[in-house]
């Protein structure tokens, strides 16, 4: 150990330390290793999906488990992506608290990695792999909080669960979806914490904590343009082609409403309150209604994200029809990716459309795939939003934003079922996604040493949450 990391190192195993009894020794830098080779024994699993293979994942993490005493449980819809459940059981006193995380990760193209993306390799301070940062992260500090809570026989007001699913990145009947309809006892709780948040540093200073508390709910949409079929030679008034693509370009005009929740609100105004006094205004501008402003146009065309989160979003990502140059099809259509905002009434909304598109050649349709249940956002006036705000001051040292993401993550089925449910994560550079590093990249990766911050921020969290009083 570095002597010029005690006094940090004591600092923050007092502050742990107020938050559990008496005699349960918090995690520090001393458990780093065992943390790395944990981490680096998951990232080195191809748990890609598709196809889908998370059971060396569940069986690793269920024999560190059970070495330990912890009692586990196995449910699985398919043997090869199996969810695993392990308890430690408190007093009852208050209700569980879930922590959750998946086990698969993206798919790759190996060609594209500079080091193999399943060889956790360590270079520079980082550690380089598919799902370094989604979300095998996440799975290491909950089984590292687990292993913590045993060893240490801290005593619990709550039981914690740690759930680790498959079928996060593409199919969740096999994780998420099955244990909310075929096991939901095992995964009650009065709150959850799992991914969708992290901690931003920008240009080697820490900025702020994301806490994710809502998020937005993703609706596939078929636009069908159908006309006459022809020669290519003699146009028609009635080509499909054309009034597909008219339809398009209205749909792209149009700005949906702006509508805030608490989430949104509360992301405005904090964030409004650390930002430069240009960036503060537009966020002002927001705050006060403004729809037709300055602002917006900003953000649509510099920060989409911001934009984003304000409305229910529409892009049209997919075209397809025709089959011979010379041939005037009958029928094309476009695909939508429409992110609704988690009080939506989708009913109203596709009649919204029907009106800007305003063609009775063009029809909309729902189309079939996967979407996530809508559900009221998690409130912040909760113990455990203020513990996880409380915990990054300490931790990071900086505010909190919560925030409304706009993909969507496995919370949405547990918001639904009245599980209380944020968002956390580890610490990134803001630059990281720019140059390539971030989460889905070629070249994903986490900093070691926000690792080992992140497991010490997620056990401070359970043990402040779920340690006797």
Known sequence: MHLLRLPVVFAMLALATRAAEPGAIPPGPAIDEEAMRHFQ?????????PPGNERPAVEYLKRVLEAEGIETKVFALDPMRPNLVARIRGNGSKRPLLIMAHTDVVNVDPAKWKHPPFSATREGGHVYGRGTIDDKDNVTAALM??????RNQVPLDRDVIFLAEAGEEGNVRFGIEYMVREHRAEIDAEFCIAEGGSVVRAGGKVQYGNVQTTEKIPNRVRIIARGVAGHGSVPLRSNAVVHLAKAIAKISEWQTPMRLNETTRAFFERLAAISPPDEAARYHSILRG?????????????MPQLHSVLRTSVSPNMISGGYRVNVIPSEVEATLDIRSLPDEDMTRFLDELRKVIDDPAVTVEVAPGHSRPGAPPSRLNTEAFEVIEAAIKRHYGVVTIPTMSTGATDMAFLRA?????????????????LMGFGAHSDQ????EEALYTFVRFKWDVVVSLAAKK
Do not use: C, W
């Open 417 to 433: 079922n009245g599980i209380e449910s944020f968002g956390v994560g580890p610490m990134i550079d803001r630059e990281d996604a």
């Open 145 to 150: 909080t687990m292993l913590l809570l045993k």
């Open 444 to 447: 994903e990766r986490i900093l």
């Open 290 to 302: 403004d729809e037709s402003g300055a602002a917006q146009e900003y953000f649509a065309e510099k």
């Open 41 to 49: 024994a998951l990232v080195r699993m191809d748990t890609s999906d």
